[in-house]
């Protein structure tokens, strides 16, 4: 079998899928890099991790914990919904505003290896998105 | 193989310009640690993040970081 040969990507274009809506049909999954784990999970490596961490989906803010120590805690000792809205997305799926939260939700902490995120963390992350195949994925950082 | 539509919440618009979003929202002046807003506070966290998801059947602007404000 030949392989197919892969097509690179020019630097300029935007990688853009369609939403086919309506929201209120949409399973919504959070991926987010703000070190957040839950509390049976080990926590990240505060001085660099490139590892990931999947959330049950039936996890409250109450069950998770942050890993990172470089941005402010103040809001999130508090509340973790403020970088890690899980809470909200379950009362919008009871609102029926969207169809339902994802199974799983994932979590990456700090890291400056760039190179090793890119070609080993991500490509896995990916694959554990595309397995659960969310009708939209809510992208944030810290 | 299909994409998976994403939409991304950013404080930090010029970087994430970088990374060519399909879709992003900057709630203006948020900081990083409170991007979804103050603690405890729902209505404003949801206020963001169904502006978020409202990007998704929003005409597209991919690449583009709409910034807009939360009081």
Redesign the interface.
């Known amino acids: 079998m030949t392989e197919k040969p892969t097509i690179e990507m020019s630097r300029?274009?935007?990688?853009?899928?369609?939403?086919r809506?309506?929201?209120e049909e949409?399973t919504?999954m959070i991926?987010s890099t703000a070190g957040v784990h839950h509390v049976e999970d080990p926590p990240f490596d505060t001085e660099g991790d490139t590892s990931f961490r999947a959330i049950p989906g039936d996890a409250t803010a109450a069950d998770l914990r942050v890993a990172d120590t470089?941005?402010?805690?103040?809001?999130?000792d508090?509340?973790v919904?403020?970088?890690f809205?899980i809470?909200?997305?379950y009362?919008?799926a009871e609102e029926r505003?969207?169809r339902a939260v994802a199974e799983k939700h994932f979590s990456l902490g700090f890291t400056q290896a760039l190179r090793q995120l890119r070609d080993e963390t991500t490509p896995r992350l990916v694959r554990e998105?595309?397995r659960l195949?969310?009708?939209?994925?809510?992208?944030?950082?810290? | 193989m299909?994409?998976?539509?994403?939409?991304?919440?950013?404080?930090?618009p010029a970087e994430s310009m970088q990374a060519?979003?399909?879709r992003a929202l900057c709630p203006r002046g948020f900081?990083?640690?409170?991007?979804?807003?103050?603690?405890?506070d729902?209505a404003l966290?949801?206020w963001i993040?169904?502006d978020?998801?409202?990007l998704?059947?929003a005409p597209?602007a991919?690449?583009e970081v709409i910034t807009r404000d939360y009081g």
């Open positions: 300029y274009c935007v990688p853009f899928t369609p939403f809506g309506p929201l949409a919504v991926v470089h941005y402010d805690h103040d809001c999130i508090k509340d919904n403020c970088v809205p809470d909200r997305l009362e919008l505003r969207i998105v595309e195949r969310p009708d939209a994925v809510l992208l944030t950082g810290g | 299909v994409g998976i539509p994403t939409v991304l919440v950013t404080v930090e060519r979003p399909p900081i990083a640690g409170h991007t979804f807003g103050r603690p405890r729902s966290q949801r993040i169904m978020a998801l409202g998704l059947t597209p991919p690449g």
